[in-house]
Nanobody, 123 residues
Framework: QVQLVESGGGLVQAGGSLRLSCAAS????????MGWFRQAPGKEREFVGA????????YYADSVKGRFTISRDNAKNTVYLQMNSLKPEDTAVYYC????????????????WGQGTQVTVSS
């Protein structure tokens, strides 16, 4: 069992940046691939990006590629989502999630979820 807590959300103007953090309650290195997802009002939860257990490989949705960067610090049991050049359409609740073994873009593949953090981008 692992508990995840996101932080770093807030209100930012279009073109601005935010860095989200996801702290895990137990050791995540070598055990869990980590994903970031988001859910806007009235929409389904969607994949944003993911990072493998070692941090050596990252994957992104086309909508954020080149603007968002995922990284992890396994010594701190923390995963980050650096978001640059934010757009109003990035407004959503952002969730981190963990799964054993390899990464996935599918919501249902992740067993553990944080409570989410709100990101609002004003135009």
């Amino acid at each position: 069992q692992v508990q995840l807590v996101e932080s770093g959300g807030g209100l930012v103007q279009a073109g601005g940046s935010l860095r989200l953090s996801c702290a895990a309650s137990r050791r995540t290195s070598s055990a869990y691939a980590m994903g970031w997802f988001r859910q806007a009002p009235g929409k389904e939860r969607e994949f944003v990006g993911a990072i493998d257990r070692s941090g050596g490989s990252t994957y992104y949705a086309d909508s954020v590629k080149g603007r968002f960067t995922i990284s992890r610090d396994n010594a701190k049991n923390t995963v980050y989502l650096q978001m640059n050049s934010l757009k109003p359409e990035d407004t959503a609740v952002y969730y981190c999630a963990a799964k054993v073994f390899g990464v996935s873009r599918e919501v249902n593949d992740y067993a553990y979820w944080g409570q989410g953090t709100q990101v609002t981008v004003s135009s």
